[in-house]
């Protein structure tokens, strides 16, 4: 664990090393004295090179040991085959921080992985803050330390400062980002590539900028990262209500898993990955645009009340488009209060209506004071939490309408005002050169001041205490039910049986009609072959279904071994649902819910949280799903018993939380979701685990 | 019907005279004139304005009469109420077309529509082409015409013509477009507000300019069209002279609808039949104004597009993994890499980093030979069909990775698609200069890639002449009309589509109880027993239906179905029971058809069952719709997999459906805009090779007063 001091003498070092320090300004080991230089570092600087005595007007050092006391970080640009070294001198040294750029570690193999193992290994036992290897560096802006060799720095000189700290796992991607920032001119405070992560990794880096008051925002770049890492970052940004936007490319390698259950398939990574983000109060940005636009909205507008919008445009055809996208974004359009359609009337010429969106037409183009109106009363109006303004090309006039749009935001106090301006400009609100653009931004803005005002989820069920499970990879579905009733997921009344005489003398007793299904461990999907035979009504339709089903199994898996017939009583109404529970590579135990067996398939409607869930957030993801509505009744059905199954689904959750590492699927398809206060049934049920070296 | 040389006219005038010109710039008529002038208009100008007697050297006359010779263009600056009178003026001159820009028209009110009204009777009398009123006008860069007042136009004198027009609904976002496409390199040949299209609408416009040599790409902004079959007829006019046409629909939801209305009144439409006519038209979609720029880049291409395989060539890794994850979530396909190429790759990049797509060139991009032979070998590689080369910064590399990317875009006949991040901006519009596509966002650039694939997706078939049964089914359709029905019931829907080849249940109509049990023993099975009676909704309810009924069963139930739909509607009202054999079992769907207000007949099939339904998991088309079309609606239902073999069901007879629904799209055509509605539900569908059957089906007429659309040529 890299102590907070030697983390502060990473990112906020007072005297610098360069080691392999080059004369030449384009070399890797030339551009960090450079770019210091550039950006006026107020520190020392010590390029270190046994082959030289000057660089760059500096006096240059045969070596670490060299050096005069008090140097924080030491950048490392040696081959490869040195960097050890180099690093184990700057330990003899007492230097608290490396920035190790050299490529050839863990990305070329397992010699290299190795390599870099034992970096790790120096910079643990010393308490060395080390970025990389095979990154690009660092910048931190307002100090303007600066060891990195992003060539972004050349293109333009300096970056911007501003109340955002960006943490890349690429460092190409992030010098490409940068450079987009510095183009658009959207402020940092810190620029960090992580590289390898050979210690310090994306969160490390977040949960301390996190803790500076000079960041208000994180933006960051994935690749891959495991859940236990980002729920600590997540759970912290929550904490300091700092909001942390990341763009997420790649499914993690780890994260592909083979099972023979079908939720894994439904599952998938990515999913995984969007049930956390929501889960954490993390905002996903889909395209480098999304990251930059929201990162900047959210370090510089103010926390909306609400998600409703008002739309103040220029062009009516821009407020229909923002229209479209508030309602697929789920931002719905404040009705306005009679006073506000009052004071528009008042204002506008007597060709626009007032209305939200308030299409103000080309007017206030040439007719001063109309936009501060519009705006101004709409962001009044108690009904609206967010303004957007669209004021499109106006190029002469342009100027002036956003200075007049920005005093209508004085009146609008604590509203964001996210204004579109296809123009250049220089103005200080978040402008945006796209209206979609702009709607997706205010949708992040309205989604994050969500997550900070939702209350904290109801606690999950108690981890209950269950049976041992009998050994095997597939836990079939008499077993499985069992251990999940001792759980509380309640099943049909059933027995498991070895002759068509005992299930009938069973089904006589209990009464018809029965369901029958086979029993084996080799059978998985029992009703693709025929081996499933429900609404038996009578013992003859019994006997001949248990034949069948014989006959259905030994054609279709030869080999199989059979443990009998399960005879049950047939659940009759209801709705069924699919839900299940998995171990995911990266994020541990996550639940899914989907509605009908067939439906869950073939249209993939499910709903995916991070176990354990409580029975709250289990009705979340009911009302989630697109057939929600057959939860409640269609055409005359009855509405079904949803707390049961959302009490169900949180059991389920939990039970996963609980159980060993080597459970890796539990699916109950179907749950019968009986009508409003009779409860559910675990219809069929069936537990794998993973295979014994995996666990 | 406008002449097309007058239509043609509005593009290229001989003379133009602006009534309502001014000498200050800060006003629409000084303006105008100011751009026309600045546009290179080769005709005479003349500017019109009786305060006023000469602009800048320019003689001003006082009025349209005191012209020398008539203005081939009148554009029209003045208030509205003085339009018509001005038109009419224009016309006896003869003057061929005009361009209204001023607002107060329908828009407006009552008042401004009866203006609007007088004004659509003064181009009748004419026979004048109009665009607008409420309009910001046109350009026609090809012909250096700009009949324009919109301030935007200010930012600069010196536009690029390129291949591309520009046809928007909402004058303030098509010129927004037009400048920053022209800021950006993008050429723009032609642009035009259509207003509120009083005379001329966005299907004329965009029929005359899929005939037009100078466009290869038309970009639309629409909140609604008001002729969509015309629409349609002239995308594909359009995509069949090779032009591409893209539109930015807006008006999708519920909120931008109720927006739209008050913008321009437009009916916009359903989102659905909308796609579908896109589909029908060949017309890309687009979801927002970047991507009509983007499209403008990628498009029109330089080099054949033959599929969806790309091959990704990245600077960086990281990139590669974007793009990639970007590709196959917008439908590409990552390419395999052939033989012959990966032995030039490992050639090349000598162990630094793996042969794969995407492939990173970052280890060897040091040297530019290597380089070149990297972007070469994927090029070359016969699996691939387009390019995405990934740049990152790199400076040094503009000026010098233009002319080897266009090389190798015109020696291998394929796309070469660029993403350079954070590059110069000389770089990326060196690379446009020599046709190469070149965005400066990676996910941007693969979104318009996946456009240009679509671009090459051949029109589907599309032919709405009626069958030699219209007649009669129109005929069929308007005698019930006349008979005051306004819905017809099962047994009269199965009657009208059987002919078509929609295969129905049998039936039998029973007037007494004996004629029901004789039918339902000729049917040899059991049978459904339901009242006839046109005016019972909803039958089952009412308990007026009787299912699975053996044939000796049948007299009394035929008994008590005609007596429960008598207590609702009286004995005059009941005609009898139908008698039908029960269908077998099969999958359900629901299938029929809708006559939409812009777009004609559409037709459309769901699965059936509560379930599906719910789920709104349904496919529309325009009708009619060929074997193809048909199959492809079923292919792209989410639930399609129930309709093959799925758990130990056999396979539906999906080619049996598929031609029910060509039959069905047939038939609607043929009863055109008589019928408003008529489903079929469910419609059983059976094992492979087995058919399929109709079981059930309504219809409701059109209302009278939306019978009337054949319209009348003056």
Redesign the interface.
């Known amino acids: 664990m890299t102590s907070a001091a030697s983390l502060r003498a990473l990112l906020d070092p007072r005297a610098i090393a360069v080691v392999g320090a080059s004369a030449d300004p384009s070399r890797t080991g030339g551009r960090p004295i450079r770019y210091l230089q550039q950006l006026g570092f107020a520190g020392a600087i010590y390029p270190v090179n046994p082959g030289r005595s000057e660089i760059a007007g500096l006096r240059c050092y045969p070596n670490l040991a060299a050096l005069p006391d008090g140097v924080d970080l030491a950048v490392i640009t040696v081959p490869a085959a040195q960097v050890e070294q180099a690093l184990q001198d700057c330990a003899d040294a007492s230097i608290r921080a490396a920035v190790v750029f050299t490529s050839g570690f863990a990305e070329v193999g397992d010699a290299g992985r190795a390599q870099q193992e034992r970096l790790a290994a120096i910079a643990r036992a010393h308490d060395i803050a080390l970025c990389g290897p095979n990154c690009l560096g660092l910048i931190n802006v307002a100090k303007r330390s600066a060891p990195t060799f992003t060539?972004?720095l050349?293109?333009r000189p300096d970056i911007p400062y501003g109340p955002i700290g960006f943490i890349s796992?690429?460092g190409?991607?992030a010098?490409?980002?940068?450079?987009?920032m510095q183009?658009q001119g959207y402020g940092l405070s810190h620029f960090i590539t992580t590289g390898n992560e050979a210690t310090l990794g994306f969160a490390d880096f977040a949960e301390y900028l996190l803790d500076d008051p000079a960041v208000g925002v994180i933006a960051g770049?994935l690749?891959g990262i495991d859940g236990a890492s980002l729920a600590r970052v997540a759970a912290a940004a929550l904490r300091h209500k700092k909001p942390l936007v990341v763009m997420k490319?790649?499914a993690s390698a780890a994260g592909t898993r083979a099972t023979v259950a079908h939720t894994g398939k439904l599952g998938g990574n990515d999913a995984v990955y969007a049930a956390a983000f929501r889960q954490w109060g993390m905002l996903r940005a889909?395209?480098?645009?999304d990251l930059l636009d929201w990162s900047q909205t959210l370090a510089h507008a103010p926390l909306p009340a609400g998600r409703r919008v008002g739309i103040v445009s220029?062009?009516?055809?821009?407020?229909?488009?923002m229209?479209?996208?508030?309602?697929?974004l789920g931002l719905?359009?404040a009705p306005l209060a009679p006073t506000t359609r009052e004071r528009l009337a008042a204002a506008m010429p007597w060709?626009a209506?007032p209305?939200n969106?308030m299409?103000t037409t080309?007017r206030p183009?040439?007719d001063e004071g109309l936009m501060q109106a519009a705006v101004g009363a709409i962001a009044e109006d108690p009904g609206v939490d967010i303004m957007l303004v669209y004021i499109?090309?106006?190029?002469?006039?342009g100027r002036r309408i956003a200075a007049e749009v920005l005093a209508g935001m004085a009146g609008a106090a604590g509203k964001p005002l996210l204004v579109c301006w296809?123009a250049e400009n220089d103005a200080a609100v978040p402008l945006f050169t796209?209206?979609?653009?702009m709607t997706r931004a205010a949708a992040a803005l309205a989604e994050y001041a969500e997550a900070l005002r939702r209350p904290p989820p109801s606690a999950p069920p108690p981890a209950p205490t269950l049976p041992a499970l009998p050994a095997g990879a597939v836990i079939g579905e008499h077993a499985a039910k069992r251990w999940l009733a001792a759980g509380g997921i309640e099943g049909p009344r059933e027995t498991l049986v070895a002759t068509a005489d005992e299930a009938a003398a069973w089904a006589a007793a209990q009464g018809y009609p029965v369901a029958l299904k086979i029993v084996s461990p080799d059978v998985p999907h029992r009703?693709?072959?025929?081996a499933v035979r429900l609404g038996l009504r009578n013992e003859s339709d019994l006997r001949a279904a248990w034949e069948a089903i014989r006959a259905a199994t030994r054609a279709a898996v030869p080999t199989a071994r059979i443990d009998g017939m399960l005879v049950q009583e047939m659940v009759a109404g209801g709705v069924e649902l699919v839900v299940s529970a998995f171990r995911d590579a990266a994020f541990g135990p996550v639940v899914l819910c989907g509605?009908?067996g067939?439906?869950v398939?073939?249209?993939n409607?499910t709903a995916l949280r991070l176990a354990p869930v409580g029975e709250d957030e289990a009705l979340a993801m009911l009302a989630s799903l697109?057939?929600a509505?057959?939860l409640r009744g269609?055409?005359g059905?009855p509405a079904c018993d949803l707390p049961a199954a959302a009490q169900a689904i949180a059991r389920l959750s939990a039970i996963i939380a609980a159980a060993g590492p080597d459970i890796d699927t539990i699916e109950i398809n179907p749950l019968a979701v009986l009508p409003a206060g009779r409860g559910v049934r675990a219809l069929d049920a069936l537990i794998t685990r993973r295979p014994a070296e995996a666990s | 019907m406008i002449a097309p040389d007058k239509l043609a006219a509005l593009f290229r005038p001989t003379s133009v005279a602006v009534v309502g010109a001014s000498d200050d710039i800060?006003k629409p008529g000084g303006r105008c004139l100011t751009f026309l002038r600045r546009s290179g208009f080769a005709g005479p100008i003349y500017p019109i304005n009786p305060r006023i007697r000469e602009i800048d050297g320019l003689p001003c006359y006082p009025d349209l009469a005191a012209l020398p010779g008539p203005a081939d263009m009148v554009v029209l600056l003045v208030p509205a109420a003085q339009i018509p009178g001005h038109l009419r003026t224009a016309g006896r001159a003869g003057t061929r077309c005009a361009v209204v820009c001023s607002?107060?028209f329908a828009?407006?009110g009552p008042e401004g529509a009866r203006l609007q009204d007088d004004l659509v009777r003064a181009a009748a009398e004419t026979g004048m082409a109009v665009l607008g009123p409420n309009c910001l006008g046109l350009a026609d860069l090809h012909a250096g015409l700009i009949a324009s007042f919109s301030?935007?136009l200010?930012?600069t004198d010196n536009f690029r013509a390129g291949p591309i027009a520009f046809l928007?609904?909402?004058?303030?976002?098509?010129?927004?477009v037009f400048?920053?496409a022209q800021n950006e390199g993008i050429g723009f040949g032609k642009f035009l507000s259509t207003g509120n299209e009083a005379v001329l609408n966005f299907a004329d416009f965009l029929d005359h300019l899929a005939g037009d040599a100078d466009v290869s790409l038309v970009l639309g902004?629409i909140?609604g069209v008001r002729d969509g079959r015309g629409f349609v007829a002239a995308a594909r006019r359009a995509r069949a002279a090779g032009t591409s046409v893209a539109m930015?629909k807006?008006?999708?939801?519920?909120?931008?609808v109720?927006?739209?209305r008050?913008?321009?009144g437009a009916m916009v439409g359903s989102a659905q039949v909308y796609e579908a006519a896109f589909r029908r038209a060949g017309v890309l979609a687009v979801?927002?104004?970047?991507s009509l720029l983007d499209l403008a880049l990628v498009l029109p291409a330089r080099q054949p597009v033959r599929g969806p395989r790309v091959g990704i060539v990245s600077?960086?890794?990281?990139?590669g993994?974007?793009m990639a994850?970007?590709a196959t979530a917008s439908g590409l396909t990552l390419a395999t890499f052939g033989e012959a190429m990966r032995q030039e790759l490992e050639a090349v990049l000598r162990g630094f980093s793996p042969v794969a797509n995407p492939l990173d060139y970052?280890a060897i991009y040091g040297s530019l030979d290597a380089v070149r032979r990297c972007f070469a070998a994927v090029a070359a590689d016969p699996g691939v069909d387009v390019v995405i080369v990934f740049i990152?910064?790199?400076?040094h590399l503009a000026g010098v990775i233009e002319p080897i990317l266009e090389e190798i875009q015109i020696r291998y006949e394929k796309p070469v698609v660029v993403a350079w991040?954070?590059g110069?901006r000389h770089g990326l519009t060196g690379l446009r200069d020599r046709g190469v596509p070149a965005f400066?966002?990676?996910?941007?650039a693969v979104d318009a890639v996946a456009q240009l694939v679509r671009s090459a997706v051949p029109l589907p078939a599309h032919d709405d002449a009626p069958t030699e049964r219209a007649a009669e089914t129109r005929a069929t359709l308007a005698a019930f009309a006349a008979s005051g029905r306004t819905t017809l019931t099962e047994r009269e829907v199965k009657a009208l589509l059987a002919p078509y080849g929609v295969p129905v249940v049998g039936e039998a109509l029973a007037r007494t109880p004996a004629e029901a049990e004789q039918a339902a023993k000729n049917f040899g099975g059991r049978v459904a027993i339901k009242a006839e009676a046109p005016a019972l909704l909803h039958k089952s309810d009412a308990g007026a239906v009787r299912l699975d009924v053996a044939a000796d069963a049948a007299a009394a139930a035929f008994t008590a179905v005609v007596q429960a739909a008598t207590a609702v509607v009286g004995a005059a009202g009941v005609a009898g029971a139908v008698v039908q054999p029960m269908a077998p079992a099969g999958l359900e769907v629901l299938a029929g058809l809708r006559h939409d207000p812009q777009f004609g007949p559409t037709i459309t099939v769901g699965l059936g069952g509560?379930?599906?339904?719910?789920?709104g998991?349904v496919a529309t088309e325009l009708a009619p719709v060929d074997l193809a079309a048909a199959r492809a609606m079923l292919a792209r239902l989410?639930?399609?997999?129930?309709l093959g073999p799925?758990?130990?069901a056999a396979a539906r007879d999906t080619e049996a459906l598929a031609a029910a629904l060509v039959a069905l799209g047939r038939f609607a055509i043929d009863a055109g805009p008589l019928l408003a509605e008529l489903d079929l539900n469910p419609v059983i569908v059976l094992a492979a090779g087995q058919g399929c059957l109709a079981v059930d089906g309504a219809a409701v007429l059109a209302a009278p007063t939306e019978t009337v659309t054949e319209e009348t040529d003056p």
């Open positions: 060539t972004a050349e293109r796992q690429s190409a991607i010098a490409f980002i940068l450079a987009r183009d770049y690749e490319v790649g889909e395209n480098v645009d220029l062009s009516g055809g821009a407020a229909v488009l229209a479209d996208w508030c309602e697929q719905p359009l060709f209506t209305a969106p299409d080309g183009l040439w499109g090309l106006a190029p002469g006039p296809l796209e209206p979609v653009r009703t693709d072959i025929g509605l009908g067939v439906l398939e073939v249209l409607d697109r057939g509505a057959i269609v055409r059905a | 800060g607002s107060g828009e407006a301030t935007a200010e930012t928007s609904q909402s004058g303030a976002i098509g010129v927004a400048t920053v902004y909140e930015l807006v008006g999708q939801s519920d909120a931008g109720r927006a739209a008050s913008h321009t979801a927002d104004i970047r600077m960086s890794g990281g990139a993994v974007m994850d970007r970052g990152g910064l790199s400076p991040l954070g110069p400066d966002d990676p996910s941007r509560v379930a599906s339904e719910a789920l998991d989410r639930g399609a997999r129930l799925f758990r130990g």
